[in-house]
Every structure is written in C-alpha cells, then in structure tokens.
C-alpha cells in the first residue's frame, strides 16, 4: 500500500511536507478548498465565530449564522428554492433528499412511490441510501449489492444530445413513474463516478419528464456547485431549477464539514401537512455555528471576487496544458470544463507511480479508476496551473 504523505502545514495553494517539500494542490482536498488554504478572511471569521460560541443545537434553539446562511443560499440558488436544511456532509445531504422525496409522495397519497431514478456512472456517497444510486456495477460499492436498496438506473448519459439516448430515458422514467418518488442524478458532471462530463439538454429533459410523470427532480451539486463548472450551479448549464437540490464540500471553502439539502416550498409544506407534520431528521451538529460562520466568509469571497474570471481562465490554462495528452499512447481522453481537468487512460491508473510522478513535479494529485484529473483552487496561479498540467501529462506518458 502506498504510504501517506504527513502534511505539516498548508497556506495558499501550496501544501507543505513535514520534511520540507511543498506540493500545489492540485485536488483542492476532494475539491473543497476553492479559496486554498489559511484564507484570511474565513480565518478571522472562524476565530470571532469561537468568541461567541462553537455550538448549540438547532432543535428549539436558532443561531445568527444559520439564518443568514440559509437566506443566503436561498438567495443564490435556482430561483424557487426557498426551504433549507442543513447537514454535516454529503452524503447526509443526499439521505435527507431521499427522505424528503419519500416523505413527499407519501404526504402527497403515493406512498407507493418508494423507488428512485438515476443514471448509471454516477456517486452521490458512502451512506447507504446514497450507495444505492451509485453505479451497481461499476461504481465503488458494488459489494453491497443486496444489502442497498434496488433502484432504477437507466443507461449513463452521452456527452452530446443524442435521440436516442433521449427516447431510452423517457421510456425508462415512464415506465417506472408509478413506482418512483423522483429522479436523482449530478447535473452535467459526473464526478467519483468517472469525470464524465454529459449534454446539459438532459437535466432539461430530466426536469420535463418528472413534471410530466409527477417525480421530484433530485440534483446533486455537491461537487459541481460554488462554480466548478464555470456556472455557480452546474444546472445554470440547463436553465433549470430542480425541486430538490444538496451543496456540501466547497461550502465551506474545505474549512468544515457543512451541506445542505434546499427544496421548493411545494416540497416543505406538503411534508408539513403530512401525518408527521414534520420531517424526520435531525443530525447533532445541523447548522453548526463554527460551520456556518466559515460558510457565510467563503460565500463572501466567492461573490466578491470574480470566480467566473479566475474559473475561465483555468479552463484555458487546462486545456491548453493537457492539450499534450492527446497525442500520448495509452491515452483514451482529454477533457476540461470550468476548473475540472481530465486526462483518461486506456487502462487503469498505476497509483502510486502517478503519484510519485506528480511529486517529482512538486504536485499534489489523487487519480482513480483510469482518471488522471485536477480540480484545483480558484486562486490557482497561472504558472502553477502550468507545473500541474507538466505533472499530469508526465504521469500519463510514464
């Protein structure tokens, strides 16, 4: 097994060794440190948050943060998501989306509408409800098939429109509407499940065809939201607002683990005039105020500055520096969107080479399956997006 790297300490995008090397980060830690590291602004905002309190529980009791947190999503979200529920991380984001759906078409009279939809080639986490619409039999947690609950999968979405494919998800989704609660898939970019990258047209699709069958739409922005894919949602891609959709890792800018789950108010007041008349969930650390607080200063940096110029810019320097890649043997795909970078092989990735390669570079990557990728930082400098592209087209040529 290859031995971990002690990481001693961290500032901007650089990571530094306990022996001394840095290394840019390349992977902003699972794609959550959009700003880098030892920000100053979230910084200061978590050290006056530690002046008033670091928690209190949100049951019976409410916060400053919180709210201004949660009219702030509100506020940035597809228009119509109003109603905001706050988790401790991604995956807890997709088990309370499942929840709300399920609660949902039960307090709406379909309690048979039980099932959920997705698409093959997706990740929505490691919780059981959220392994139960990763891939069955590609994805990382095909062990426990049997043990997770049977969803519908239809085929994984192409990268341009296609007919076709268009026909198979709408005989899929009519098919099983009568059993389904909703229809629950990452927008445009796939993410653990292989970088894929698919035709914006079909999460408009997706949205005609649950209006159509009655199905909530489910979308994951976990790792596309906050601007990833040059959109501060990947759904802007589509024009289109889902009826439920979870946030989490670069919420917080990577400082704390923070994710929420937002939906329309037909969803909240249906579950409200249900027999519970509430919802049934309720995490110890919902809402935390520290969380909260480094939300609320990440969210200030983001908007403040020009992230749609900072993510443009790394989309070219990407696809100029990977552009290389394309002529190397061994090399299935070259592909980039936003500040997401992805060199795909024809083979599966020698971990620990590509990592001691990388490191040789003075780069931090983490590749999987047959992806050499990068996610990295907004404030990544041009010449360190040069050195991480160097690193990741040495790695494929190796």
């Not at 031995?3 to 794609?31: C, F, K, N, Y």
């Not at 201004?68 to 529920?85: M, S």
Request: negative net charge.
């Amino acid at each position: 097994a290859q031995t971990p790297l002690p990481v001693a300490s961290a500032s901007g995008v650089r990571l530094r060794l306990r022996d001394g090397r840095e290394l840019i980060d390349g992977m902003s830690s699972w794609w959550c440190a959009i700003h880098g590291y030892r920000h100053p602004v979230i910084d200061a905002a978590l050290r006056e948050q530690l002046q008033d309190m670091a928690h209190v529980m949100l049951g019976g009791l409410t916060h400053e943060p919180v709210v201004a947190l949660a009219t702030r999503l509100a506020a940035l979200a597809p228009a119509g998501l109003e109603h905001v529920f706050f988790a401790d991380s991604g995956s807890v984001a997709v088990e309370v989306a499942i929840k709300l759906c399920l609660q949902y078409q039960r307090a709406i009279g379909c309690p048979g509408r039980r099932r959920l939809i997705t698409v093959r080639g997706g990740y929505h986490g490691d919780t059981l409800g959220a392994m139960s619409l990763c891939d069955p039999v590609d994805g990382m947690h095909s062990q426990f098939a049997g043990t997770v609950a049977p969803q519908v999968f239809a085929d994984r979405p192409p990268a341009t429109w296609d007919e076709s494919y268009a026909r198979h998800l709408s005989d899929v989704v009519a098919r099983h509407a009568d059993e389904a609660a909703a229809v629950v898939v990452e927008p445009v970019v796939q993410g653990a499940g292989g970088m894929h990258f698919y035709a914006p047209e079909i999460v408009s699709l997706l949205r005609a065809l649950c209006d159509e069958h009655g199905l909530l739409l489910v979308l994951d922005e976990i790792a596309t939201g906050f601007g990833r894919t040059g959109r501060l949602w990947a759904a802007d891609h589509a024009g289109v607002t889902p009826d439920v959709m979870c946030v989490g890792k670069a919420l917080t800018g990577g400082y704390m683990s923070l994710a929420a789950t937002l939906c329309a108010p037909h969803v909240g007041h249906a579950i409200d005039g249900g027999e519970t008349g509430a919802f049934l969930h309720g995490p110890t650390f919902m809402g935390n105020p520290l969380a909260c607080s480094a939300a609320l200063a990440s969210l200030d940096v983001l908007t403040s500055g020009d992230w749609r110029a900072d993510v443009a810019r790394i989309e070219n320097g990407l696809a100029a520096g990977l552009g290389p890649a394309r002529s190397l043997e061994g090399v299935r795909d070259v592909r980039t969107l936003g500040a997401i970078g992805v060199v795909q092989l024809s083979e599966p990735v020698d971990v620990a080479s590509v990592t001691r390669v990388a490191v040789e570079h003075g780069v931090w990557l983490r590749p999987f399956r047959d992806l050499i990728y990068t996610m990295p930082p907004y404030v990544t400098g041009d010449e360190d997006l040069e050195r991480i592209t160097t690193a990741i087209v040495a790695a494929a040529g190796a």
